[in-house]
């Protein structure tokens, strides 16, 4: 079974562009959430979509944005890049059923490099 | 507010000096702690759920428990290869679904 696939991989970008980045869950799975790391801040949750709806949104600002489609594939778009976007982008898939506790399944990342 | 806090930051272990790692957290209802494996530059790789105070669960030479306070992964004879960062995860019991991560304990196990 293919796992979690996330494009592009590696991404250099200025101050005040905008970017987009892909992901693909694993087959049958509904849920795929987003997901920052930094090194000084470890992994924080951006937000969780769910059926095509943004279901959890996590404390980022609204420069941050998701969408997900009809067969689950997310992509999420980050606008007005600052600095501290640097980071590697991670992307999970999960089953997804409502009040379920099934396991998140991360992609390999898409780094970021905002210069 | 949640909170998962990890100890130690960083451990070395000589090749088959066992060790465990700390995952102490405090959220809301639990309904999940989670174990994650990640290699420098790649995504976490899943380890281990767990749902309930006193399980435990066990996959070659790593085993995970969990209490009420905190989880602990036990690394029984390590090898070079077990080198990498570990982290928990716990998911609250009401409202978002959102994983609240450790900061992670990077592990060097040397030949």
């Not at chain 2, 700390?22 to 309904?31: E, K, P």
Request: charged share 20%; hydrophobic share 25%.
């Amino acid at each position: 079974k293919a796992g979690v696939t996330q494009t592009p991989r590696y991404l250099i970008k200025t101050r005040g562009q905008q970017v987009t980045l892909s992901c693909s869950p694993i087959s049958g799975h509904r849920s795929v959430s987003w997901y920052q790391q930094t090194p000084g801040q470890g992994l924080q949750f951006l937000f969780e979509y769910f059926s095509e709806t943004q279901r959890n949104k996590g404390n980022f600002p609204g420069r941050f944005s998701g969408r997900q489609f009809s067969n689950s594939r997310s992509e999420m778009n980050v606008s007005t890049l600052e600095l501290g976007d640097s980071a590697l982008y991670l992307c999970a898939s999960s089953r997804g059923a409502s009040g379920n506790t099934d396991t998140q399944y991360f992609g390999p990342g898409t780094r970021l490099t905002v210069l | 507010e949640d909170q998962v806090t990890q100890s130690p930051e960083a451990l070395r272990l000589q090749e088959g000096e066992s060790s465990s790692l700390n995952c102490s957290y405090t959220v809301s209802g639990l309904r999940g702690l989670f174990w994650y494996r990640q290699d420098p530059g790649k995504g976490p790789e899943f380890l281990f759920t767990l749902y309930s105070a006193g399980e435990e669960k066990e996959k070659e030479r790593l085993k995970a428990t969990l209490t009420k306070k905190e989880s602990f992964l036990h690394i029984t004879a390590p090898k070079p290869e077990d080198s990498a960062t570990y982290l928990c995860a716990a998911l609250r019991g009401t409202g978002r679904r959102a994983l609240t991560f450790g900061s992670g304990t990077r592990l060097q196990v040397q030949p």
